[in-house]
């Protein structure tokens, strides 16, 4: 029933440029926040930048200056784009969604199934 498409993940050289998108699908009454997290191996799952309906946006320290988020809430859709990349940022990216449906009453997570972003040396 809900479905987030991710592209955009590669191999980019430090310093370089990526894009991330995503596309929710799904009978949403509204989503609340659409956003990134990522995941470096080893490490636990972090919030890498997320807006809400208002277009206020959240970012880690890490990527602040960096990442720049952008949403289209009438098409359900996010892109992180990701500039001056550091190795450090090397990780699996989720798209992640908050959001209700027309068939509930409270706020659930939606994710992605996850894309690869590695930044070499």
């Known amino acids: 029933q809900v479905h987030l498409e991710e592209s955009g993940g590669g191999l980019v050289q430090d310093g370089g440029s990526l894009t991330l998108s995503c596309a929710a699908s799904g009978k949403f009454y509204t989503i609340a926040v659409m956003g990134w997290y990522r995941q470096a191996p080893g490490k636990q799952r972090e919030l890498v930048g997320s807006v809400n309906r208002a277009g206020s946006a959240t970012y880690a320290d890490s990527v602040k200056g960096r990442f720049t988020l952008s949403r289209d809430k009438a098409k359900n859709t996010v892109s992180l784009q990701m500039n001056s990349l550091k190795p450090e940022d090397t990780g699996v990216y989720f798209c992640?969604?908050?959001?209700?449906?027309?068939?509930?009453?409270?706020?659930?997570?939606?994710w992605g199934q996850g894309t690869q972003v590695t930044v070499s040396s």
């Open positions: 992640n969604a908050d959001g209700v449906l027309v068939t509930e009453t409270t706020v659930n997570s939606y």
